[in-house]
């Protein structure tokens, strides 16, 4: 089964290009807002989230703090403007606009390696192993 991630954006295209950027290595699942990826986490697993900073009602960081503060232990990738100091949560990284696959990614594959995305490095052997 492959790793699941949450997309938090306010904005479509973020959600749509994040996912895409996954592709085929994580199930995506993707809400419009903090409360609702909330919920959704109450609901369901999620190995890792990637969440929008700027947002209405509950922005990236409350969201991470929140998320800290109920004991969820699921990794946090914020995308974004840097948030400066506001951000005392420990997250996986910040990624700034405009959002690349190049930066994104690595992130991703640090916090929850996925064995999709392994497959093309897997060396396999055809000789017996020594005695």
């Known amino acids: 089964m492959l790793p699941r991630v949450l997309i938090v954006s306010e904005d479509p295209t973020i959600r749509a290009t994040v996912a895409r950027m996954l592709g085929?290595?994580?199930?995506?699942?993707?809400?419009?807002?903090g409360a609702s990826a909330l919920a959704r986490v109450r609901?369901?697993?999620?190995?890792?989230c990637v969440v929008e900073i700027e947002m209405a009602w509950m922005d990236g960081v409350a969201f991470a703090r929140e998320l800290a503060a109920r004991g969820d232990a699921i990794p946090t990738i914020l995308v974004g403007a840097a948030p400066d100091a506001r951000l005392?949560?420990?997250?996986?990284?910040?990624?700034?606009?405009?959002?690349?696959?190049?930066?994104?990614?690595?992130?991703?594959?640090?916090?929850v390696p996925s064995p999709a995305a392994a497959v093309g490095r897997v060396r396999v052997s055809l000789r017996p192993p020594p005695r």
């Open 24 to 33: 085929p290595s994580y199930t995506c699942d993707s809400v419009p807002s």
């Open 88 to 111: 005392r949560t420990p997250v996986v990284g910040v990624v700034a606009h405009p959002l690349w696959a190049s930066e994104l990614l690595p992130l991703v594959a640090r916090a």
């Open 43 to 48: 609901e369901s697993a999620f190995e890792l």
